[in-house]
């Protein structure tokens, strides 16, 4: 299960929490860069608490500790931000909440052995199941990225029907949670 640090991450991935657009700017030239949020939500207007605390974790927890996280994630997940703009514009999903993701999931790729955790059950950037979820393309690219997104939107529509009279921020937060 993903914890707050998805939504904290991304903040330290993308720079937003310091003024930069870096992933937001060239998707829609005619939005302000930070009004694009895709169908699913603003993660920016999420409230979280940041990555579980825990007896081996006190220092690297909350907050900081997710901000701490995501950016040694950066350097990784660089060479994928056109991918992740392109794949987040084609599935109408903020950027940030799949680099947030990959951060989350796989530190940009840097914890992955040939695209597979190291215990061989799960592939690919975003991670998926390969009991769930027969991957398609290779582990770092369009086509699997977009299986991903494909199925984060949908599991987010499910949350949506699920729970009509939520927010959509209630809708993205509760996908992470159920």
């Known amino acids: 299960m993903l914890t707050s640090v998805v939504f904290w991450g991304l903040i330290a991935l993308i720079g937003t929490s310091r003024g930069s657009y870096a992933f937001t700017h060239s998707m829609n030239p005619h939005l302000h860069p930070r009004l694009y949020h895709g169908c699913y939500g603003d993660i920016m207007t999420m409230k979280t608490s940041g990555a579980t605390c825990d007896a081996n974790s006190a220092m690297n927890c909350g907050i900081r500790g997710s901000e701490m996280f995501a950016e ?3 350097r990784d997940i660089k060479p994928y931000q056109t991918l992740i703009k392109e794949v987040g514009q084609k599935h109408c999903v903020d950027p940030a909440i799949i680099a947030a993701i990959i951060s989350r999931e796989s530190h940009g790729g840097a914890v ?12 690919g950037l975003m991670q998926l199941d390969k009991q769930k979820y027969p991957p398609l393309g290779a582990w770092d690219s369009k086509e699997h990225l977009s299986q991903a997104a494909g199925i984060l939107t949908d599991g987010i529509k499910a949350i949506q029907k699920k729970f009509p009279t939520w927010s959509v921020a209630q809708h993205l937060k509760g ?3 159920l």
């Open 72 to 74: 040694m994630d950066l």
């Open 112 to 123: 992955l052995q040939d695209g597979w955790d190291h215990r061989g059950l799960k592939f």
């Open 175 to 177: 996908f992470f949670l």
